[in-house]
């Protein structure tokens, strides 16, 4: 599956909601071995985006990889400015519940173990 390809790919640091895109093609979670996806994106160590704008699919990985302590990228998405308030809203009631691990890209970045050979 490109999915799991991608996961140890050492060029990608951010997997952007992986499974959101696979809605409209009629794929349902119960199609898809979430709990394995879930493990291997923690065992990746590769940031999760958590995207307000999409749902779906997304939901029971991005709960399942909390538990295993995965980083997240907590993103609204927006495409203007009505865009920007109302999800901007929706990051703020989901980072307020707590239990994400949130990343500092900046850090990230600063502590990847080898640079991308040029």
Known sequence: ???YR???NPRVD???HPLSELKPFGVRDEDLPLREISD???VSNKI???NVRYNGIDEQVIKQAKDRG???LISSDSHS???LILNSRKVKEITGKGGFRI???RQYLLNKKKPLAR
Do not use: H, S, T
């Open 81 to 83: 400015v009505k865009d």
């Open 14 to 16: 951010i997997i952007a």
């Open 40 to 42: 291997r994106i923690a």
């Open 6 to 8: 991608m996961l140890e």
């Open 103 to 105: 990343v500092d890209i």
């Open 1 to 3: 599956m490109a999915f």
């Open 48 to 50: 999760m985006e958590f």
């Open 70 to 72: 995965v980083q997240f």
